[in-house]
Nanobody
Framework: QVQLVESGGGLVQPGGSLRLSCAAS????????MGWYRQAPGKQRELIAA???????NYADSVKGRFTISRDNAKNTVYLQMNSLKLEDTAVYYC???????????????WGLGTQVTVSS
């Protein structure tokens, strides 16, 4: 079994900061790319940041310069540091990862259940 659990969401004022964490646990052989998605009410889920096992990163234009994705391979954890938060950042944030399970020859894609981020004054 493999699961992803997000934490760190909550209510924050415009211009404030939050740090999201996502820890993978279970029978993990290796983790390839990890990423963060978000989905606001009435909108499609979008990829906002991704990081490879070699720590190469990509960001959506809407968050470039404000968000930073990182990972700790020893802890099987990916982070999203969110600064200068705006009202339009309000959404459910989901963790995603491509993971090869122990004794498996192929990787599967996994999703966390999501954590709510609300930016409001």
């Amino acid at each position: 079994q493999v699961q992803l659990v997000e934490s760190g969401g909550g209510l924050v004022q415009p211009g404030g900061s939050l740090r999201l964490s996502c820890a993978a646990s279970g029978s993990i052989g290796s983790i390839n790319t990890m990423g963060w998605y978000r989905q606001a009410p009435g909108k499609q889920r979008e990829l906002i940041a991704a990081i490879t096992s070699a720590r190469s990163t990509n960001y959506a234009d809407s968050v470039k310069g404000r968000f930073t994705i990182s990972r700790d391979n020893a802890k099987n954890t990916v982070y999203l540091q969110m600064n200068s938060l705006k009202l339009e950042d309000t959404a459910v944030y989901y963790c995603n990862a491509d993971i090869r399970r122990t004794y498996s020859f192929s990787s599967l894609n996994y999703w966390g259940l999501g954590t709510q981020v609300t930016v409001s004054s």
